[in-house]
């Protein structure tokens, strides 16, 4: 379907908004991958934003929210409807908290939190994408993840905006409540950091990040992890003994370890890549096409179906 003219002329009326017809989506994601998008619309302030969510509810137009795109498989055939985002970026201090748009380069407030010597942000360096799509996915690293520091975020729904504590957030690991009522879409987020001395925290930070860049170099076309790790208490019994007890961290053990003994490094379809040195990553190494990625994605859930017994689940998200 495409956006009737009708919707798209409403959608011109909304101050701080603005739309791009035909855009190829492949340039608003890390992997470079996906078709194009009947209209982009940014924009700029919640109450744009909110109007925005509202007409193309109100006209039942397909709509998706996006962030920075960094955890996004986006379909070869693009998204016939409206991709809209929330560009807003405000970072304000009120004591030892921080009132965020979703908008924000997470870096960006991370790289604020320390300057501003307060901890709470530090390992969570080098995590790329935008704030809304961090609180969404519960982002985290190096066993520290979002919620810890989360105290409310504000969210519309088209209708109103309501306020959601971090209770009513529901996060778990690498899950939130917006990601199973996606009616919901965050536009700020308040988090309670503490006070901590700013050149330790970027001691701290600047190791994680030389860490994370030789994973991940910054023009690598990827989305990170793509599958989640796994629970270990919710692993078959059987699958639980053949996993080395030191591998187990917080509870949790790396689905690369079983994506490696499936035989994942070094897999290749077309230009889509899984790292030599990491079987959880699959990268774009030239001209790949989402079709090429979601192939590789099946066959390692289904080799890890057929050798373990369980399910593997992703944590990139799809726009198909
Ligand atoms: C090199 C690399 C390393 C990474 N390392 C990590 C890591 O260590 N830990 C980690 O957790 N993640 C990691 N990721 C994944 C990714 O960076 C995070 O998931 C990030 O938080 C996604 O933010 P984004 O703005 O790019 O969201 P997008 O990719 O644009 O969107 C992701 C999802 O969030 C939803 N969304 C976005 N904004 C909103 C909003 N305002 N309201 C409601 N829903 C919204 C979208 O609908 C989509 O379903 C990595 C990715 C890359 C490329």
């Known amino acids: 379907m495409s956006v009737p003219a009708a919707a798209l002329s409403r959608l011109a009326g909304i101050p701080n908004l603005s739309i791009r017809r035909n ?5 608003y994601t890390r992997f470079g991958l996906g078709g194009p998008a009947d209209a982009l619309v940014d924009a700029q302030d ?3 934003f909110h109007s925005a969510l509202q007409l193309t509810r109100g006209f039942d137009l397909p709509m998706v929210v ?3 795109g960094t955890n996004l498989i986006v379909s070869d055939g693009g998204f016939p409807g409206i991709v809209l985002r929330f560009t807003g970026s405000l970072i304000e201090r009120d ?3 921080l009132g965020i748009e979703s908008g924000a380069v997470l870096q960006d407030v991370v790289d604020f939190s320390i300057n501003h010597g307060l901890a709470g942000l530090q390992t969570m360096t080098g995590i790329p994408g935008w704030v809304g799509g961090a609180v969404y996915g519960n982002a985290g690293a190096y066993g520290h993840s979002i919620q810890e520091v989360v105290e409310r975020v504000r969210a519309t729904n088209g209708e109103q905006v309501v306020e959601f504590s971090t209770a009513e957030c529901e996060f778990t690991y690498r899950e939130s409540m917006f990601k199973r009522r996606k009616e919901w879409v965050i536009l700020s987020t308040h988090l309670r950091l503490h006070r901590a001395d700013a050149s330790e ?7 994680i990040r030389s860490i994370r860049d030789e994973k991940y170099p910054p023009s690598m076309r990827c989305a990170g992890s793509i599958f989640k790790n796994l629970l270990f208490a919710k692993l078959p019994a059987s699958v639980q003994s053949e996993v080395p007890p030191n591998l187990v961290r917080e509870g949790k053990v790396p689905s690369a370890w079983f994506l490696e003994r499936i035989g ?4 290749r379809v077309g230009d889509i890549q899984v790292a030599t040195y990491h079987a959880n990553l699959l990268y774009n190494d030239g001209a790949g096409t989402s079709a090429d990625l979601i192939t590789v994605i099946t066959e390692l859930k289904q080799r ?8 593997l689940e992703e944590e990139v998200q799809y726009v198909i």
């Open 23 to 27: 855009v190829s989506l492949a340039e």
């Open 46 to 48: 919640s109450a744009a």
């Open 66 to 68: 996006i962030g920075g």
């Open 95 to 97: 004591g030892n908290c």
């Open 201 to 207: 925290l970027r001691r701290t930070a600047e190791g």
């Open 264 to 267: 994942a490094k070094g897999m």
């Open 304 to 311: 890890v179906r057929e050798r373990f017994g369980f399910e």
